[in-house]
Structures are given as C-alpha cells and as structure tokens.
C-alpha cells in the first residue's frame, strides 16, 4: 500500500473540512476498552466508566473544533435496556461529543442494526463526508465496508481499530480500503495527512499516548491505557511515512513494534 507522507508544516483545511460531516463511531473495542469477544472481561466492563483508549476523545473534540457542524453518532450493538445509561455516562463522562446515541432495543442483537441506522442516517443527512470509527471485534469492518458501497456517492473513511487479530480471534478484519490503527496516534497523523485536522492537534495526542505508554507495564485490564493486556494485533502494519519524526513518535512506534510483533 502506498505509504502517505507526512510533513510537519501548516496546512490549510481542504474544502472537505468544511463540508457536512458525519462521524460514525463503535463504542466496544472502538473508545472503550472491553475485550467484547470474551464473555467474561466483557461482562464485567459494563459499568466501567474509566477504561478507554487514551486520545480518543481528544480526537473527536478535535474533529468537532475543526469541522463546523459536525454530528457524532454512536450506533451500538448493545441492548439499550441494559447499556444505555452506562454508554451515555461513558462518553459523558469521559468527553466524547455526542449528536445521538443509537442502541439496539431488543435484548437479542439484530445483526443488521448497525445497517438500518446508518442507511437511515445517511439518507436523511446526506452528508458530504462520513468518517468511520470500530474495531475488528465484531461486524464494524464488514458493516462499514457494505455502507461505503451502498453510498458510493459519499466521500468517506474507515479507521478500524486492530484490536484482535484474524491469527487468532477476529472473524472480521480489516478491509482493504480502511485505515487500520492500534493508538490514537496513528489517526491523528491520517486525519492531518488529509487535511482534516491541521499539524497543530498532532501534539497533544502524541504527548497523551506518551505519557500513558510510560505509565503502563503491560497488565492493564481497567482504567485509560494505549494497550489493554489482552490485545492482540499482530496484523497491524505501519503505514505512515514522517520525515524528521520527533523522538516521542519514534519511541511511540517502537512500543507498537514491540507490542504488536
């Protein structure tokens, strides 16, 4: 795949910046640290308000700052009689901007639901860019693959968070076409790359990813982190080229290196 590179000087936002955008997001193994594909660890993340993906949340205030107007929605999987207030506190509490949130309302999941809503989303709004968040825990990469060919017409990107690997227990990998990633890093260097966030929000996730890589040992289970223990993304592949990477990013990209080997 060809690498995209990446300088660090001032960028103006390209015209999709101002566009009518729409940001897509999982919750699951997306923001939320929740290990969903084990019935146990899954279980007990259900009233976990702290464990998430450290620069997330960053992220999408950065997306909200930047590109005026625009609507978050977070369609997930979960029945909404038993999940809906532990959702909504999680992105509350944790600062993530929120248009709507869109739950399943049987206890038994409806393996299209994720369609319906965004079919319907995307034929009210007509957005003139979508921006996908999800991870290659369940259905994201196939849902938001299947979307991106019934609306061909809209501008759109997939990053799917490699929180699995197809070597083990991801039925569902990344697609060709979408933006695989393991931290919050690597999206903020692909949404800068594309103009849809200037080089100046670059350093405040790096420093957040930094700082928590330092902190953690390698056993988290609970709380903010970059990689949860039970993480296995021996599929993830680096494809960001930065010409005189700062020293944070080249540890960064080690750990990741190391962690995903």
Request: include cysteine.
């Amino acid at each position: 795949m060809k690498k995209l590179a990446i300088v660090f000087m001032s960028l103006a936002l390209s015209a999709l910046a101002e566009a009518k955008t729409l940001v897509i997001s999982d919750i699951d193994d997306t923001i939320k640290v929740s290990n969903i594909l084990s019935k146990a660890r899954a279980s007990g993340s259900f009233f976990d308000d702290d464990s998430r993906f450290v620069g997330m949340a960053e992220i999408y205030q950065a997306l909200a700052r930047q590109i005026p107007d625009t609507e978050f929605h977070y369609v997930s999987l979960a029945p909404k009689v038993l999940m809906n207030e532990q959702h909504s506190d999680f992105l509350e509490e944790n600062g993530f901007p929120v248009t709507q949130l869109h739950m399943n309302s049987g206890i038994k999941q409806d393996p299209e639901f994720k369609q319906k809503v965004i079919r319907q989303l995307l034929q009210e709004k007509q957005p003139d860019l979508i921006i996908y968040f999800g991870d290659n825990g369940q259905f994201d990469a196939v849902v938001y693959d299947q979307m991106m060919q019934e609306f061909p017409q809209i501008p759109a990107l997939a990053y799917i968070r490699e929180a699995y690997s197809k070597l083990n227990e991801s039925k569902h990998p990344t697609m060709p076409g979408q933006i695989g990633f393991v931290t919050s890093v690597e999206v903020v260097l692909d949404l800068i790359s594309r103009r849809l966030l200037p080089v100046s929000d670059y350093r405040p996730i790096q420093d957040i990813v930094y700082d928590r890589l330092q902190k953690d040992d390698g056993s988290e289970n609970f709380g903010p982190m970059v990689f949860p223990k039970w993480q296995d993304c021996r599929d993830f592949v680096w494809k960001w080229e930065v010409k005189n990477p700062p020293q944070k990013l080249i540890e960064i990209i080690n750990a990741i290196e190391a962690r995903c080997k």
